[in-house]
């Protein structure tokens, strides 16, 4: 089977973040609002969207402990990788 790629374009500045993950986040089981529940996408986009402005170098502390208040004693059911790109610190030329 051939698969067929297309070129993208994605303009972007000096703040621009991207963030790569595995669904081990999303999907990780913890206690919610209503119970066990999924930490699922809204609770990623807010963490990601209240410390847009957070320093580089903290950013891991940040995941790091909103996993592990998530998690809590519950067991950790796949694995969790999230990288971050600060485009600001790229130089594509």
């Known amino acids: 089977m051939k698969v067929k790629f297309k070129d993208q374009t994605i ?21 919610g609002e209503k119970g066990m529940e999924k930490f699922n996408n809204n609770r990623l986009k807010n963490l990601i969207e209240t410390n847009k402005n957070t320093p580089r170098n903290k950013m891991t502390e940040v995941f790091e402990t909103t996993i592990k208040n998530w998690i809590k004693n519950n067991e950790q059911t796949d694995d969790i990788l999230v990288i971050g790109i600060n485009l600001s610190t790229v130089n594509l030329d």
């Open 11 to 31: 303009d972007y500045n000096d703040s621009t973040q991207i963030f790569l993950m595995s669904d081990g986040l999303v999907d990780q089981f913890g206690m």
